[in-house]
């Protein structure tokens, strides 16, 4: 039911707003499952940004999946995506201080990777 649309209609359409909106949040708050910061495996962090992106599908401005959708890509090393979707959250929620903060972690990783790139560059020329 939850992939197939709605069964009342017979065609595999979702006519329903809040079977919609239910399906955002169960594959947002699915993805919230796991401690990114203790993963081990990489397949399930790919897994949680599967759901983030399910969960965006009819609702792009649905923050605490873009949140977790930046933490995904956090647990993965890809700072400039964890970065691009924190960006997109704080368009919509400005003031939340738990997206601040998180932005705030990955523009300081971005700041350290840039600083290391600059340094590599120097030693190669000069």
Not at 18 to 34: E, P
Not at 57 to 66: G, I, Q, S, T
């Amino acid at each position: 039911m939850m992939q197939g649309g709605d069964i009342s209609a017979n065609d595999g359409t979702e006519t329903s707003t809040a079977l919609r909106k239910t399906k955002s949040q169960i594959f947002t708050n699915s993805a919230l499952g796991f401690d990114f910061a203790s993963l081990e495996r990489r397949f399930i962090v790919l897994g949680a940004l599967v759901d983030t992106e399910f969960a965006m599908r009819d609702e792009n401005n649905n923050v605490k999946a873009l949140f977790r959708q930046g933490q995904a890509h956090m647990a993965l090393n890809n700072i400039d995506a964890a970065a691009e979707s924190l960006e997109n959250a704080l368009q919509f929620e400005p003031n939340d201080a738990g997206l601040k903060k998180e932005y705030a972690a990955v523009m300081k990783k971005i700041a350290i990777r840039d600083n290391e790139e600059k340094k590599q560059y120097r030693k190669m020329f000069g």
